[in-house]
């Protein structure tokens, strides 16, 4: 949807690589040396899920200060990291006023609320006002006001706190789940962050038709190479865990081995459930 926004406004956007820390900074100056934004969701990148490392948002903000550019940091799902400290967040970081940080309660709370949150630089308010006048000059008073009690009596930190010990819990069990039943046929490994883990598929493998065949067997696993913008360097399911409950895991999971193995033109393993 990003995407879709920033070419609907008339902006040409360009893809930039990602490693292991994150959205390469040196890559997408190489690409687009006069770039005006870039956009990033360094808590957990979409769908690879990886964490942009220190190093790397410091270049991003030295990028922005001296090209005089802006980042927009979509805050996605930083709420939800399982293991060691949050990294402070670009906006955070920021002492010249080129970060647009960006948020949304749907992940958090549900998505019928319909609340997003924007902290803008100084030098964008009257810009952003003007926009979001013309944009949706209505959003609901009361729901506001009840999300500004719900935050501020300690609820939603309390909510926070219970959803991340259920999440981290089904993630466990949907990596042992995977493992005991595919192997090295769909390799996963373990998020720090997030709500869905990527299981790998060996080289060849036609993921987007393995996830034909798992949608019809009634398991949502979308193809990895749908997401890339130009030719797919890898093949892949993107495997959502946090609307599934624990019990619910397993029989998804057996039911996922079918297509997959099937997908890989193997016989289909009936031992392990």
């Known amino acids: 949807p990003t995407r879709a926004v920033l070419v609907a406004a008339g902006a040409r956007p360009v893809a930039v690589p990602v490693d292991d820390e994150g959205l390469s900074v040196i890559e997408g100056r190489r690409l687009e040396p006069a770039a005006r934004l870039i956009a990033v969701s360094p808590s957990h990148q979409f769908p690879l899920g990886i964490t942009m490392s220190l190093q790397r948002r410091l270049e991003l903000?030295?990028?922005?200060?001296?090209?005089?550019?802006?980042?927009?940091?979509?805050?996605?799902?930083?709420?939800?990291?399982?293991?060691?400290?949050?990294?402070?967040?670009l906006q955070g970081l920021d002492r010249d006023g080129r970060v647009i940080y960006v948020g949304t309660m749907s992940k958090v709370m549900f998505p019928g609320?319909?609340?997003?949150?924007?902290?803008?630089?100084?030098?964008?308010?009257?810009?952003?006002?003007?926009?979001?006048?013309?944009?949706?000059?209505?959003?609901?008073?009361?729901?506001?006001?009840?999300?500004?009690?719900f935050i501020g009596e300690g609820h939603l930190a309390a909510h926070i706190?219970?959803?991340?010990?259920?999440?981290?819990?089904?993630?466990?069990?949907?990596?042992?789940?995977?493992?005991?039943?595919?192997?090295?046929?769909?390799?996963?490994?373990?998020?720090?962050?997030?709500?869905?883990?990527?299981?790998?598929?060996?080289?060849?493998?036609?993921?987007?038709?393995?996830?034909?065949?798992?949608?019809?067997?009634?398991?949502?696993?979308?193809a990895l190479s749908s997401y890339y913008h130009g030719p797919a360097a890898a093949r892949g399911l993107l495997l959502g865990y946090a609307g599934v409950p624990g019990p619910a895991i397993g029989p998804a999971v057996a039911r996922l081995a079918l297509a997959v193995e099937r997908g890989l033109g193997r016989e289909p393993d009936r031992s392990a459930g």
Do not use: K, T
């Open 61 to 89: 903000l030295d990028w922005a200060r001296a090209a005089g550019g802006f980042v927009l940091e979509d805050d996605y799902d930083s709420e939800y990291r399982y293991a060691g400290r949050p990294l402070a967040a």
């Open 113 to 149: 609320l319909r609340v997003g949150y924007m902290v803008v630089p100084e030098q964008l308010i009257d810009a952003f006002l003007a926009v979001r006048a013309l944009v949706d000059a209505h959003p609901s008073s009361i729901a506001q006001a009840a999300l500004v009690d």
């Open 161 to 222: 706190r219970r959803m991340r010990a259920l999440y981290a819990e089904r993630q466990a069990l949907l990596v042992g789940a995977i493992r005991e039943r595919l192997g090295e046929r769909l390799a996963v490994a373990p998020s720090a962050a997030g709500m869905h883990l990527v299981g790998w598929l060996p080289g060849g493998a036609e993921d987007r038709a393995i996830a034909n065949a798992a949608a019809e067997a009634g398991v949502e696993a979308p």
